[in-house]
Every structure is written in structure tokens, then in C-alpha cells.
């Protein structure tokens, strides 16, 4: 069996190496592209030249599940395009961590999640800026716990996570702190937050 990577990041202005520094030392042979994970397999030029590199029984390695797909769709089109060949994925981090044979609960969430981090972003983002520019500045502070982290760590508590075992499990996805995992506190915070919101009664009624 053969382990395969794959790096991808959606623009030439993204930087690759910590996925490269992930994959490089595991891999045989790491593909790399740098398009939108929205395309199709075959509109991918580092993925299909993976999927034609790979035989019956070897595995494909991501650093995160939203290498193969950033929305849920494309993701799950890709797992099963992948898997009808009998490929394997492995997943090194987040919420679909592990090695896969086929579709799986866990693997749809790490799906989910995954497009939901990107919705989140580019509405904060958008948000960000649009107020910025009304106040005559350019830019905006996006919160480091975003709605999709938040969901993630819920998750994860539910399974029965303490704070510094979900810590590993959530990454930054933007701003200056990218790649970095959350502070405990921000973890913390963001839970309770979500807790009281939770609790809250509908309409203001008790």
C-alpha cells in the first residue's frame, strides 16, 4: 500500500509549507495544486494527477479533510469518486482524523464543518469590512473562535473532550495567528457563550 498526499490551497498567495511539512516525511509522493476546492476531480490538476498515480489499496493523505473539497457537496463527490476505486484517505488533523475506506458520520461532519468554517469566514470577513469602511477604515479584527470552531468544539465536548483535548483538534483559519490552535480561554469563552445562548429562553419567555 502506498501513501499518497495531496497539498492544496485556493490562490498562489497561500502558502503550502505546513502542509508540505506534514505530508513530506510520510508520503512517497506529495501532489500539489493550487485551485478552488469547489472544482471537480477531473477540473483539479494535483488531484487527478493523484487519483491516476494511485492503485487499487493505496491511501490518499490531506493534512485537514477541506484539501479534498471546501463545500460539503464537492467534498462527499470526491470521497466517493476516490473510495470507488478503492483508495483510502487519511486524514492527519481535525474532526475526520484517521484513515477511512469508506463514507463514514465522522468523515460528513469533518465535511460539514469544513464548509461552514468557509461560509463563516467569508461572512465575517465581508462584515468585517464593511464596517470597517463605514467608520473610514479598511480591514476589521475577525474573533479568533469563529461559529465554525465553536460548532467543532461543541462537538468535541460532547464526545467527551476536555478543553485541552479539543485544543489540538481546532485550527485558526485567518488573520495573523493562521494555523495556530485557539487559546484554552477563547475555547472556553466561546462555549460559554454558546451555552447561555442555548439556554436561553425562545422569545424571551420563561
Do not use: W
Amino acid at each position: 500500500m502506498a501513501l499518497v498526499g495531496l497539498v492544496r490551497v485556493s490562490t498562489d498567495k497561500q502558502n503550502v509549507d505546513r502542509q508540505h511539512d506534514a505530508l513530506d516525511p510520510i508520503c512517497i509522493k506529495v501532489f500539489e495544486e493550487k485551485v478552488s476546492g469547489k472544482l471537480a476531480v477531473a477540473d483539479r490538476p494535483g488531484l487527478s494527477a493523484a487519483v491516476d498515480y494511485l492503485r487499487s489499496g493505496d491511501m490518499l493523505c490531506v493534512q485537514e479533510v477541506d484539501r479534498l473539497g471546501r463545500d460539503t457537496l464537492t467534498g462527499l463527490m470526491t470521497l466517493a469518486e476516490l473510495f470507488k476505486r478503492d483508495i483510502a484517505v487519511k486524514v492527519l488533523e481535525g474532526v475526520g482524523a484517521g484513515e477511512h475506506k469508506e463514507m463514514n458520520l465522522l468523515l460528513e461532519l469533518a465535511l460539514v464543518l469544513a464548509s461552514e468554517r468557509r461560509r463563516d469566514i467569508v461572512k465575517k470577513t465581508k462584515d468585517g469590512l464593511d464596517a470597517a469602511r463605514s467608520r473610514g477604515r479598511v480591514g476589521g479584527r475577525r474573533p479568533v473562535m469563529t461559529e465554525a470552531l465553536t460548532i467543532q468544539a461543541v462537538v468535541l465536548r460532547e464526545k467527551g473532550f476536555t478543553l485541552r483535548q479539543i485544543q489540538p483538534h481546532l485550527r485558526i483559519a485567518e488573520g495573523k495567528h493562521k494555523g495556530k490552535n485557539p487559546s484554552i480561554g477563547a475555547i472556553s469563552q466561546a462555549l460559554r457563550e454558546r451555552d447561555t445562548e442555548a439556554a436561553a429562553p425562545e422569545g424571551g419567555r420563561p
